[in-house]
């Protein structure tokens, strides 16, 4: 089986939700794909300044105005799309993803490792990780710094996900890089969508990284976007391979792990 995957790298305008909108909705528009990821907070931009600026941004999901956009979206061009914003729920707000289909709203993901300022901003995400089987493929879903943790990913792929959906805004310069390590000792593709860009706001200067890219669970980069333009990546993601998780005769991906000896990856910390 083959799915066409991709992703959309732009440069979001801070505060403008419609005009994110907008230009979302135009690139989308020029996909050739079944799957695609946008950026995290692809609707807001990135760079917030105060709680109450956070508040302000966020949507309730899935009846928000976002959610419904790219419902609208989904269904008109036959998509499955998975993008990033400021979730609103009660008195917390999250840095959430959505999952969309053809059909309407999927499912959503909470943001679990929070970066930097985040943490001042948002609830960290309760929960967990969850991987959606869309028929074609079955995806995962985490949002930029999660990367940072190998236990995101290997978790999803012990869910038996085949593709991770990762919306991001990355400055730090090595995901990308990390991304070819992650996916092959999970045996996994992953769709990394970055925004790219300049935000100075509140005197802090972010400089996003750009390059988004489709890895593949051999160790290839399949597709990667450049560092400053607006861009449409896709590839063809051939799923069969993930499913096997034969190394060699011998050996096994998963088979192979001993968790009695991993225990100390929990207990740590925790005391």
């Given amino acids: 089986m083959k799915v066409k995957a991709g992703f959309i790298q732009f440069n979001p305008k801070f505060g403008a939700v419609e005009e994110n909108l907008a230009r979302a909705w135009a690139l989308l528009a020029a996909v050739d794909a079944q799957l695609v990821v ?24 899935p009846q928000g105005r ?14 499955h799309i998975v993008a990033g914003l400021i979730e609103k729920e009660g008195e917390e707000l999250y840095n959430a993803a959505v999952l969309v289909s053809p059909r309407g709203y999927v499912a959503k ?4 490792h929070l970066f930097n300022e985040e943490k001042l901003w948002f609830a960290p995400g309760n929960m967990g990780f969850a991987v959606h089987d869309l028929g074609f493929c079955r995806i995962g879903i985490m949002i930029c710094f999660d990367w940072f943790f190998p236990e995101s ?9 085949d593709v991770i959906c990762h919306p991001a805004n990355l400055v730090l310069p090595f995901c990308q890089d990390a991304m070819i390590t992650r996916c092959l000792e999970n045996r996994v593709y992953a769709v990394t969508a970055n925004r790219t860009g300049v935000e100075a706001r509140g005197g802090k200067t972010f400089r996003y990284t750009g390059k988004s890219q489709i890895t593949a669970p051999g160790a290839q980069v399949l597709c990667r976007g450049s560092a400053e333009g607006e861009e449409i990546g896709t590839a063809e993601l051939d799923i069969a391979p993930v499913r096997d998780k034969k190394i060699n005769i011998h050996n096994d991906l998963f088979a192979d792990r001993r968790p009695e000896y991993y225990y100390e990856l929990i207990a740590a910390g925790r005391e």
């Fill in 109 to 112: 993901y909470r943001k679990i």
């Fill in 38 to 61: 946008l950026p995290e907070f692809f609707n807001t931009g990135y760079l917030i300044a105060s709680r109450e600026e956070a508040w302000d941004l966020g949507e309730e999901v």
């Fill in 153 to 161: 990913m290997r978790i999803m792929a012990l869910q038996g996900a």
């Fill in 66 to 79: 976002t959610t419904t956009a790219l419902q609208e979206m989904a269904r008109e061009k036959g998509l």
